[in-house]
């Protein structure tokens, strides 16, 4: 100890004419660009998925409906409550379309404790519109290393094109748990799905490798899942949250990924015996996805089902509609088997109306369900249509399951811009160049390309097998040369619909365009047959559009006959799978509860 | 000379054959005193339970469990990333160790290499962090002796410190900036010319510091010759970190077993030989010269750009293989660990914060309070600079 040490400490006196901190700094300061402050929403943005309410590790989050439910859109928002938050950010990180944002803002005085729990961007707030706070940096995410969709291999344009062997390879368990892994399980998907597959759950089921499980939670919502893990129309991937900053998940294919890991024995072990036997008897015409999911579910339920098909085949318009290289003919036949094993009983070239009147099904069963599909292709009527070389698509692609030679012409033109124009151009394409080595197919469409109906992947890959795609074209006329169809003469449409929103095509008639073509094909639609019915049934049921009127359950203003699938619904496999399960419900209850007479 | 309450030894009670002390309350020579838990001469949440003969201290019993928050069985009813904003707040003056022992855990478990650019990142956060909590420890150490400036030089020049961790993690507290896979953002834009002017305030504070505080008569007549830790507990009791290298033992994790980028750092670790309470102190003060060292080296070999974050799997159903690990560091304390163990699961199996105060504040005070004057207990426990959060957990 020395001197120093008893006057040094008066060197603080230094500091005694210095301003406190506390003015130096007043309190008010802005707070730093990324301070995690208030939250903000953009409600617009945001899509309810609840991933933020999530991964909230207080339970601060609830998701609150705040506007009714759309496609993509739960209509729930988060709702903070700042009495358990920790200000962690992780809702921000995990945001899936970044609606999710934190203000720089931090002082919020207010007497009634429940006003700290509030609905950001839904209730107003001041720091609504503050610019700075914490916002997730670019590279910064927690769902995933990707957000690309795990690559799926397939066969390239110039091996596919030689054959109908299907194009898509499937993921194997490595890519498909990557690729299970992105998913969010905000269930988004199950909300837009027709039948309301558990996605997210057997998404899981993948991810844990449970196939057992899987494989029972596709069969609870849907017999169809070899066929829907092809050629779903898969809402569900155009509402999944992970679109919002990438590819959405390839829902699809997982689906396709479980049913191709499981054997027939181990989906027959998991869906178990059928209840015991009722006595009830039902028939069902028509061997398509939603007779036999339809009667999937009666059999499973103990009634005796007896299917009627007029074709050879069952599978309906999923084996005579669907060419083999998206859906090979032993998936669906799969697919088939698994019902039949339930006891299903599926009878082959049955046609009501011919070998057996509804009629007669009317007194010998409890309930007939018919379920007929959209087997007649719409034509066009322009000049020239009624030439024998001017095909129908479903027609086309029925005869070539069937495995009838139909003429494939040199060079052909298709008219129609749906899935059913991409199947019967690249149907062609393929019997062209099996039969004259080079593809010679024209698409023309009355939309534009972002507006085509067709999926993105068959615009593109019929793109790839080398058929012509042309967008906004109007079909005028068919040109006929010396008795033979030459081509089609078309004219670019301006607009398709009038300013009523009625399909009325106007066309720019100074560009017209000739297509060359032996054989013209018109893909522009589908309608059912309903001759079976007889002139007297079609008098006495109650129609509504061309379609038969049915209530919610499927039931027709006949008591004792229902109707489901494409006909009443449109052409879909899934919603003819939901139509099945809504209109076996509606069958049971209506059996079983002595409703019928 | 420095001995002003020069220990009564024929005072104190016998010692029992199973070795406790034969302690007659109805003698009416001893009294039960409680020095917390709400005392301005503790450090935190916990008490000493003394019992005095006169004012001299013949017994103390540490007490904790006021703040027990069951962090460690929270942790594993949660996701591996869910535990990530519990952690900080194990430790609330130091909390950045918690942030980085975890993810440090979790990224070897789970096979991740943290980018570069994210591991100074991390490095110069726990010396920042380091600073402050020495600037916390100078102000309460000074405060158990009566002198309040010091307390509010360093709280000024840790506030600053704040406002840098407020621009680089977005908080001044709870910074939840160090998650596994890497840090959430790079350095903000002129950052590093806003360190230099903080760190320059810090050594102003430091020198001022030294000047009150160190070079005080009355600061020295209370604390030089107090409180030894003899260098042969150390292992008995497990002592780390500053206690220990004010014992003339070079403990420093970042030293012994470098973590993050220490070993491209220049520094050598601050040893004492007295033991004594000043000599600790001096330590600590010494350290935080190391310290803004370290950041300067750090601002100017940091990467000018570069990703801080490595891909993580999604964080929602994040499974890690089963395993186990001890991530340690040195913090301001000593040396400061996560044990965690995984089963496969989502979820931790196991978690267990090796906190330096666990040992320091309640085994190794209670052997040195004995004979200590009541009113240096104060001044005692400031100087094992413990922190009873991390101790309870």
Same mark, same amino acid.
Request: charged share 25%; with cysteine; aromatic share 8%.
């Given at each position: ?46 899509? *309810? ?9 207080? %339970? ?27 200000? =962690?950010? +992780? =809702? ?17 005085? $207010? ?8 609905? #950001? ?48 390879? *499937? ?51 849907? #017999? ?97 509609? /669907? ?31 011919? $070998? ?25 009527? /322009? ?23 139909? %003429? ?15 199947? /019967? ?43 012509? @795609?042309? $967008? ?15 081509? +089609? ?6 607009? /398709?619909?009038?300013?009523? !929103? ?13 297509? #060359? ?81 | ?63 904790? !469990? ?62 920042? %962090?380091? @600073? ?57 834009? !002129? ?18 510091? &030294? ?17 030894? @830790?003899? #260098? ?105 660990? &996560? ?25 190794? +005070? ?28």
């Amino acid at each position: 100890m020395s001197i120093k040490d008893v006057l040094s400490p008066f060197t603080a006196w230094k500091h005694l004419f210095h301003d406190p901190v506390s003015i130096k700094n007043p309190i008010g300061r802005e707070a730093a660009p990324r301070y995690r402050g208030f939250h903000q929403n953009d409600i617009e943005k945001c899509i *309810g998925c609840g991933t933020c309410e999530t991964i909230c590790q207080n %339970g601060a989050i609830d998701m609150v409906p705040v506007s009714d439910a759309r496609q993509g859109d739960s209509g729930l928002r988060p709702r903070i409550d700042y009495g358990r938050c920790c200000w =962690c950010a +992780l =809702c921000v990180d995990v945001c899936m379309t970044k609606s999710l944002n934190m203000s720089n803002i931090y002082t919020w005085v $207010d007497g009634d404790g429940d006003a700290f729990r509030f609905i #950001p961007g839904v209730d107003k707030k001041p720091w609504d519109d503050a610019a700075l706070g914490y916002r997730r940096p670019d590279d910064h995410q927690l769902t995933g290393p990707t957000r690309l969709r795990e690559h799926m291999p397939e066969m390239e344009p110039e091996d596919r094109i030689d054959s109908f062997a299907e194009i898509v390879a *499937g993921y194997d368990i490595e890519h498909a748990k990557l690729e299970a892994d992105r998913c969010v399980s905000c269930g988004l998907c199950v909300a837009t799905c027709p039948t309301h597959m558990a996605i997210p759950q057997y998404i899981k089921a993948i991810r844990d490798g449970d196939y057992d499980l899987g494989v029972q939670l596709l069969y609870e919502t849907n #017999p169809f899942s070899s066929i829907c893990g092809r050629v779903c129309t898969r809402k569900c991937e155009s509402t999944c949250a992970a679109r919002h900053e990438g590819d959405p998940i390839a829902i699809r294919w997982l689906k396709r990924h479980i049913m191709d890991q499981v054997s027939d024995d181990q989906i027959k072990r998991v869906l178990g015996k059928p209840a015991a036997p009722t006595g009830k008897k039902i028939a069902i015409v028509g061997a398509g996805p939603a007779g036999l999911t339809a009667a999937f579910d009666l059999a499973k339920k103990g009634h005796q089902v007896v299917v009627y098909e007029a074709l050879d085949k069952p599978g309906g318009m999923t084996r005579f509609g /669907i060419p083999e290289y998206r859906l090979p003919y032993d998936v669906i036949d799969r697919d088939v088997d698994i019902i039949r094993s339930v006891g299903v009983d599926i009878r082959c070239n049955v046609r009501i109306g011919k $070998d057996i009147t509804l009629e007669q099904l009317k007194a010998d069963y409890d309930a007939v369900l018919i379920a007929l599909g959209l087997q007649d292709g719409r034509g066009t009527r /322009i000049p020239g249509s009624d030439q024998p070389m001017v095909r129908k698509a479903v027609d086309l692609l029925h005869r070539v399951t069937a495995g009838e030679d139909i %003429g494939t012409p040199r060079q052909a033109v298709v008219i129609g811009g749906g899935n059913v124009a991409m199947d /019967i151009a690249r149907t062609l394409a393929r019997l062209q160049k099996q039969q004259y080595g080079e593809v010679k197919v024209t698409l023309t469409a009355l939309e534009d390309l972002p507006h085509f109906l067709a999926d993105a992947d068959e615009i593109k890959e019929s793109g790839e097998e080398g058929v012509v @795609i042309l $967008d906004s074209r109007g079909p005028q006329q068919v040109v006929i040369e010396n008795g033979q169809v030459a081509g +089609l003469k078309t004219w670019k449409v301006k607009a /398709i619909f009038d300013a009523q !929103g009625r399909f009325a095509p106007s066309y720019d008639e100074s560009d017209e365009q000739f297509h #060359p073509g032996m054989m013209v094909v018109e893909a522009i639609g589908q309608m059912a047959d309903t001759s079976l019915l007889g002139a007297a049934l079609t008098e006495q049921l109650a129609w509504q559009r061309g379609r038969l009127q049915v209530d919610a359950g499927g039931r027709t203003s006949e008591p004792w006959l229902w109707s489901a699938g494409d006909m009443v619904r449109g052409p879909d496999v899934v919603s003819a799978v939901a139509d099945g399960h809504r209109v076996a419900a509606s069958i049971h209850a209506a059996i079983t509860q002595g409703v019928q007479q | 000379m420095f001995d002003m309450f020069p220990p009564d030894r024929t005072q104190y009670p016998a010692t029992k054959p199973d070795g406790t002390l034969d302690i007659d309350l109805s003698s009416g020579k001893y009294l039960k005193l409680w020095q917390g838990p709400n005392h301005p001469g503790i450090t935190g949440n916990m008490s000493v339970e003394l019992t005095v003969c006169g004012d001299e201290v013949v017994e103390g019993k540490t007490h904790v !469990g006021y703040l027990h928050r069951g962090f460690e069985k929270l942790m594993e009813r949660r996701s591996f990333i869910q535990v990530f904003p519990i952690v900080c707040r194990v430790c609330v003056p130091e909390p950045d160790f918690n942030e980085y022992c975890y993810a440090a855990c979790v990224e070897e478990l789970a096979g991740i290499e943290v980018p570069e650019m994210a591991q100074w990142i991390r490095a110069m956060i726990l010396e920042m %962090g380091r @600073i402050n909590s020495y600037m916390m420890y100078l102000g309460g150490q000074a405060g158990a002796l009566g002198q309040g400036v010091i307390g509010q030089w360093t709280t000024y020049v840790r506030d600053l410190m704040l406002d840098r961790f407020e621009e680089l993690t977005g908080a001044r507290i709870y910074h939840m900036f160090i998650l596994p896979g890497g840090v959430r953002d790079t350095l903000p834009d !002129g950052f590093a010319g806003r360190m230099e002017e903080t760190l320059r305030e810090i050594e102003k504070t430091l020198k001022d510091v &030294y000047d009150v505080m160190f070079c005080n008569a009355v600061f020295k007549k209370r604390t030089v010759g107090m409180g030894v @830790i003899d #260098p042969a507990w150390l292992d008995e009791y497990g002592i780390t970190g500053p206690n220990a290298r004010a014992a003339g033992v070079a403990k420093d994790v970042r030293k012994d077993a470098p973590y993050l980028v220490y070993d491209r750092l220049d520094f050598e670790p601050v040893t004492g030989s007295d033991s004594d309470i000043y000599t600790r102190a001096d330590v600590r003060r010494r350290d935080v010269w190391v310290s803004v060292d370290l950041i300067r080296q750090m601002l100017a070999k940091i990467p000018a750009s570069g990703k801080v974050m490595a891909p993580l799997p999604n964080v929602l159903h994040w499974q890690i293989p089963r395993g186990e690990t001890y991530v340690r560091g040195e913090c301001s304390r000593g040396e400061y660990g &996560y044990y965690l163990v995984t089963d496969g699961s989502g979820y931790p199996r196991r978690i267990n914060v090796r906190g330096p105060s666990y040992t320091h504040a309640m085994a190794l +005070l209670e052997r040195m309070i004995v004979g200590c004057n009541i009113s240096d207990v104060a001044a005692l426990m400031v100087s094992l600079h413990t922190y009873p959060p991390e101790i309870e957990r």
